[in-house]
Structures are given as structure tokens and as C-alpha cells.
């Protein structure tokens, strides 16, 4: 099976390398701490505190080797070589939306890869449905998608790195 490729801006990439950084050398060992805690309360067959730290350094341990996995296999998105011409991943845009109640609003945007995607602080992904679909658009182009809550317009307003 082929590793998904990665796709980072260099902030996203320090972001976790941080995270990782942060998981082996404090998380560790204060999960490490808790599970020698509960087991200084002897029983395990009825130790909850037990069991839950236990849950807790699994899913730890799972999100280390997705992170190390993840950095083995990116693609670190130069924004130094993107030009301001048409949209692609690392691009920071600025749109008017129109939104199936006519309403109309302005929103800035910055296209990244999916691991760094979040909509709540402008960070949406190149795999979203506007995402994909904003792709290689240019300032003064408009673009309908389809959302669960209709359709929506976007018109390219500004395209900046």
C-alpha cells in the first residue's frame, strides 16, 4: 500500500515537529507517572486509574507514530516559489461570499493540506469541496459549491502568499 503523501507549509511542518517533540518528551513521562501511580494501588483487575492511563499512553503512543509517519512521507510546500496569479496550496485568498440566503460577507482564507486544515482560523484544505474547488481559480473568478446548506458563491477578491 502507498504512503498518502503530506502536504506542509513550513509552519505546519514545525507545528509538528513541535507536537512530537512535545508527546516524547514531557507526555511520556507524565503518562509513565500516572501508571506508576495507579499501580501503587495494587488490584489491577478493578483499577480504573489504571486502565485509563493505560488508554491514555496507547493513544499517546498511536499519535507518535502517526506524526513520525507523517514526516516521513512530506511535502513541504515552498511559498517562497508560489506566485499570486492562481490559487494553490500555501495561497492566502480573500473572498466575497454569497450564501443561498443571498447574503453576502467577506472571508480570508489560507488553502493548505488536509493536516493542517482548520476552518475555525481560516486554514481550509486543498481536499475540501471549496478547497478543491477554488483551485488554480484567478482574482475576479467566481466559483459555485455545492455545501450542505446549498449553494454557495465565492468570488476571488485577492490572492496573496
Known amino acids: 500500500m502507498a504512503v498518502k503523501e503530506i502536504i506542509l507549509t513550513q509552519e505546519g511542518l514545525e507545528a509538528l515537529e513541535k507536537e512530537l517533540d512535545y508527546l516524547k518528551s514531557v507526555r511520556r513521562k507524565e503518562v509513565a507517572e500516572k501508571i506508576k501511580v495507579a499501580l501503587s494501588f495494587g488490584d489491577l483487575s478493578e483499577n480504573s486509574e489504571y486502565d485509563e492511563a493505560k488508554n491514555e499512553q ?3 503512543e498511536a499519535r507518535i507514530a502517526d506524526i513520525e509517519v507523517m514526516l516521513k512521507n512530506v511535502k513541504l510546500i515552498n511559498e517562497e516559489d508560489l506566485n ?11 473572498l466575497e461570499i454569497t450564501g443561498p440566503d443571498g447574503n453576502v460577507r467577506s472571508k480570508e482564507y489560507k488553502i493548505v493540506g488536509s493536516n493542517e486544515a482548520n476552518p475555525r482560523e481560516g486554514r481550509i484544505s486543498d481536499e475540501s469541496a471549496v478547497g478543491k474547488a477554488l483551485l488554480g481559480h484567478q482574482v475576479g ?3 459555485d459549491v455545492e455545501v450542505p446548506a446549498g449553494t454557495m458563491r465565492y468570488r476571488v477578491v485577492g490572492i496573496a502568499k
Open 84 to 94: 499570486n496569479e492562481n490559487i494553490h496550496i500555501g495561497s492566502r485568498i480573500e
Open 58 to 60: 496507547a493513544i499517546m
Open 141 to 143: 473568478d467566481t466559483v
